[in-house]
């Protein structure tokens, strides 16, 4: 098994997919060989035989997570209804699950190019489970994408209340303000407060280099994006 993930994470799916096919004649009752080696498939673009993976994972402790790669599989497969049916007939636990649900449905919307569809969902969302982060911040990046800037910072600045660590909240306004020009020393601060909490952040550094592009400090620019 841990040859099998160690050859997932290295995209060397031929030989991850036949270690944990020999682990699963060890261990046939484990859902986690099933929900990788689907993983794999669907990398390789084999739906059909992610598919018979994921149906095979019975388990309570990763059926959910199952239910949700189905969706994903499905969406890839060009099945976008049928994907979207399919995540709206999962039944949630929790609230976890539903924002879990809910995320996937708008990532393949978002990935349909269904973005006011995405925000019609995301919309709902937010009335079903108010001040989420993670709907929150979901929002933020379809409205940013929609042009909708009011509503784009005012999700971005609830989120930082919510959260006042959470670097990407500061770095998504901060970008699309720089992004749209508009108030640029704001945005350099904000993106700056990213920078801080995470510094080794690849779309943050690069975030901090478009803002001095905007601002006309073409030197940090360039160091910032070689970075």
Do not use: C
Not at 20 to 48: F, G, S, T, V
């Amino acid at each position: 098994f841990s040859a099998g993930s160690l050859y997932l994470q290295e995209q060397r799916y031929q030989l991850a997919a036949e270690m944990l096919e020999r682990y699963l004649k060890l261990e046939p009752n484990d859902d986690r060989a099933r929900l990788y080696l689907a993983r794999i498939a669907r990398q390789e673009a084999r739906y059909q035989l992610a598919l018979e993976w994921l149906s095979g994972v019975f388990g309570d402790q990763l059926r959910f997570e199952a239910q949700l790669e189905k969706g994903r599989v499905m969406f890839d497969q060009g099945q976008l209804d049928d994907a979207l049916n399919h995540l709206a007939r999962i039944v949630p636990r929790s609230s976890a699950e539903q924002v879990q649900i809910y995320l996937t449905e708008e990532q393949i919307l978002r990935a349909a190019e269904r973005i006011e569809q995405a925000l019609t969902l995301l919309n709902a969302a937010l009335i079903d489970i108010p001040d989420n982060p993670d709907l929150l911040y979901a929002r933020g990046l379809v409205t940013a994408k929609l042009k909708q800037l009011v509503q784009h910072e005012r999700d971005m600045r609830r989120l930082i209340e919510l959260q006042p660590d959470n670097a990407h909240a500061y770095n998504a306004l901060g970008y699309t303000l720089a992004d749209e020009s508009v108030r640029l020393d704001e945005a350099l601060v904000l993106i700056k407060k990213a920078v801080k909490l995470r510094p080794k952040d690849p779309f943050i550094l690069d975030s901090l280099g478009w803002v001095h592009y905007r601002l006309g400090n073409y030197a940090l620019a360039v160091d910032n994006l070689r970075k």
